[in-house]
Antibody, heavy 127, light 107 residues
Framework: EVQLLESGGGLVQPEGSLRLSCAAS????????MSWVRQAPGKGLEWVSF????????YYADSVKGRFTISRDNSKSTLYLQMNSLRAEDTAVYYC????????????????????WGQGTLVTVSS | EIVMTQSPATLSVSPGESATLSCRAS??????LAWYQEKAGQPPRLLIY???TRATGIPARFSGSVSGPEFTLTISSLQSEDFAVYYC?????????FGGGTKVEIK
């Protein structure tokens, strides 16, 4: 069974930093692209960042570019999001999500949709 | 950035009836369109990808289609567990973008 467990959320002051983690299990983590998606209170979904199955390909939403860094440790089956210079508008539930994009010995297949999601971790930026 | 527009914002439907949700992209996304269901206090769940392919374990009453620039999610014979918020998402271009959501509520 695919499981994604986020941690690291909490209350942080504006301009502060936080690192989120997502522990994955139930699948070959190193073969799948991963993303972070967030949802502000009472709002819709916003994609935040993507990382390919290796660490060489990353993408960011303009709203977080230059402030957030996505990374992964395939040996630990863990995804990370380092968030710096946090703003009030970064307040949201942050979800770790596995992408439908799978890369194996015969190449890559699938698409950039989110096929499994964690339960989310709440980040609150406030003084 | 591709803007995804969902309509209506809210849909009131009686149990057992069908619901039709729409999603339009500001430019072509080919068939790179997914649908998600979100219930209060739970993470989103993938329903449809590739515009019309049901994800693993999704009941056949959920179907996706496309006609020109408009994508449609149809839920036939709504069950109590189907009342939720539904989002579309394009994955044809970066950044990946979601629609604003359609809330399906009990009439």
């Amino acid at each position: 069974e695919v499981q994604l467990l986020e941690s690291g959320g909490g209350l942080v002051q504006p301009e502060g930093s936080l690192r989120l983690s997502c522990a994955a299990s139930g699948f070959t983590f190193s073969s799948y692209a991963m993303s972070w998606v967030r949802q502000a209170p009472g709002k819709g979904l916003e994609w935040v960042s993507f990382i390919g199955y290796s660490t060489s390909t990353t993408y960011y939403a303009d709203s977080v570019k230059g402030r957030f860094t996505i990374s992964r440790d395939n040996s630990k089956s863990t995804l990370y999001l380092q968030m710096n210079s946090l703003r009030a508008e970064d307040t949201a539930v942050y979800y770790c999500a596995r992408m439908g994009r799978y890369c194996g010995g015969s190449g890559c297949t699938g698409g950039l949709y989110f096929d499994y999601w964690g339960q989310g971790t709440l980040v609150t930026v406030s003084s | 950035e591709i803007v995804m527009t969902q309509s209506p914002a809210t849909l009131s439907v009686s149990p057992g009836e069908s619901a039709t949700l729409s999603c339009r992209a500001s430019q072509s996304v080919n068939s790179n369109l997914a649908w998600y269901q979100e219930k209060a206090g739970q993470p989103p769940r993938l329903l449809i990808y590739g515009a019309s392919t049901r994800a693993t374990g999704i009941p056949a009453r959920f179907s996706g289609s496309v006609s020109g620039p408009e994508f449609t999610l149809t839920i036939s014979s709504l069950q109590s567990e189907d009342f939720a918020v539904y989002y579309c998402q394009q994955y044809n271009n970066w950044p990946l973008t979601f629609g604003g959501g359609t809330k399906v509520e009990i009439k």
